[in-house]
């Protein structure tokens, strides 16, 4: 066997024969192609669902097992007040045009960049107004259309006026039209509105992590990047609420000290360790920095090269609304760098939010070591004043007003002055055994689908074998839909080989069994699903009871007996080839 030095494709090279092979070989189909497909919906096939599932374990060992964050489940669909405090209603836009001829929605903003860009004309669509994030003004965009005559892409006619969309999807809950119900845009949304709940069953001790792996919508205008962007994803997110004034002190801090990343920030861009980056304010505290670790862990596990990752720091005016230092995690692929993930510290943004919506008080109790004398400051609720004034927001007000131990000049609510007699404010002594604290929120999200597209193309390699050009996959046996396949090389061995199958699926390995067509091709198919392993039963099986292993990474091979075959397997696929078969 003649094995030509793996040729890295360039990542040019890689435009379409990622998804062609991922097409061909079962990891992902068009939804509803039957039908004409619709952009935005990707099924995944046996292996791509089988790929998903071993990435999301990998994921769990890592967020759910190793950080003890334990998981839950919400609904999909949620409630309207939900999002009213979230800022979903109000803020989750992209802006909109039409043409008026084709009637193809698109992204206004991107028609523009993409037109400006191509005329080499540099041009900020951002508003200088607009303080908290990069949202492009709708004003600028249409100015922009206006004076550079910009038509439609498509079809070369003219756009309409460009506005806001939101991108929920909305739908009602039960029948008619009494409650909206909106499908959620992020799972973290779901953990905060359990947050009550949640604080209980962690007996009000903070911190506590807490993840959930689902399903999100999100009604991308134009989403035309194959599986980048989608109208109905994966996220697997974990909130981890803690003390903001022990934001700098992670309890296992030191395990990741040293991890060294790619870094690229307003003040740095080059490699340092996760120690040196909060040393030097570059990243804002350890807890994101820890987490930012525990994300490269993941994704090096999972398959994406450490090379062609790196964190990217949001610059203040690309922040969410809700966030003070947020990072993306960046995978190099053939759409340039894409997000993978978000590492945010959300702050208290979400439970203050939805302590005003909902009334009900988030905080935690923090005790102190010893008990303190102090003078505080309390406001009492009037709730004879309050009920009528307020209905059924007066709960909500006085709860709002209780937890005010600070107060100069008028109080506000809801934009709102509420009236002195709603209140009374007193100074009382008190011995205090702790403070109520509302806990702030650091985030690692991760867009699973992207993920797993990213690892298909970093594995995804092309080399000469014998003079044949073969596509192979080398995905990391961690997360392989096939751990091993087993062939018979002629049909007589049938038999046999299926006994071997029988034995190693017992085992509790990923087995495939194929005895159709040649047995070169039976290999290359299984190259190009990524199987790590196949086990040859040929005519010394017979005589001697031992098999072939070959190595799908050097196709080379080494006997084993068939009674040690499944620990050999394990080990190798553990260890390596190289190390368990030497
Ligand atoms: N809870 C925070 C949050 O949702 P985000 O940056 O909007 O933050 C997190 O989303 C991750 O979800 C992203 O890093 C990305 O990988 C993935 N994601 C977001 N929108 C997506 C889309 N339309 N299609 C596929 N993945 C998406």
Known sequence: ?????????????????????????????????????????????????????????????????????????????????????????????DLIVECVNCQ?????????????????????????????????SSEKTQELIDSYGIMCPDCGGPLGKVHDFNLMFTTHIGPGTQ????????????????????????????????????????NEISPRQGVIRLREFTQAEVEVFVDPREKNHHPRFDEVANVEINILSKDFAGTASVKAACERNIIAHEYLAYHIARCQEFFTRVGVRESQLRFRQHLPDEMAHYAVDCWDAEGLTQHGWIELAGIADRTDYDLKQHERQSGLQM??????????????????PNMGYLGPKYKGKA???AAFLSAIHDTKGPIVFDGDVVDPEGYAIETVRQSISGDFVTPHVIEPSFGIDRSIYTVLEHAYDEDIIDGERRIVLRLSPDIAPVEVAVFPLVKALNEKALEVFRLLR?????????????IGRRYRRQDEIGTPFAVTIDH?????????????????QVRSSIESLADVLHGMLVHGFDRTSS
């Open 506 to 518: 017992r085992a509790g390995l990923l087995v495939e069994y194929d005895d159709s067509g040649t």
């Open 363 to 380: 905080a935690v109790f923090v005790p102190y070591e010893e008990p303190k004398e102090v003078e505080r400051i309390v406001v009492r």
């Open 540 to 556: 010394e099986t017979t005589e001697n009871s031992t098999v072939t292993i070959r190595d799908r990474d050097t196709t080379k």
């Open 1 to 93: 066997m003649q094995l030509d030095k793996r040729r890295d494709i360039s990542i040019d090279g890689l435009k379409g024969r990622v998804l062609e092979l991922a097409k061909r070989r079962g990891f992902l189909w068009p939804s509803y192609e039957i039908y004409g497909g619709v952009a935005g919906l990707w099924d995944y096939g046996p292996f791509g669902a089988m790929l998903k599932h071993r990435v999301e374990s990998a994921w769990r060992d890592i967020f759910v097992v190793g950080e003890s964050a334990l998981p839950i489940e919400t609904p999909t669909i949620g409630v309207e007040e939900v999002f009213l405090a979230s800022g979903h209603l109000s803020n989750f836009v």
């Open 179 to 218: 409650r909206n119900g909106y499908l959620r845009p992020e799972t973290a949304q779901g953990i905060f509105a359990d947050f009550p709940r949640l604080l209980r069953f962690y007996r009000d001790r903070l911190p506590f992590g807490v993840a959930q792996i689902g399903k999100s919508y999100r």
């Open 395 to 397: 709960k909500q007000v």
């Open 104 to 136: 193809t929605a698109l992204r206004a903003d991107h028609v523009v960049t993409e037109y400006l860009k191509s005329r080499g004309i540099a041009a900020d669509l951002c508003d200088p107004d607009i303080a908290t994030a990069c949202v492009p």
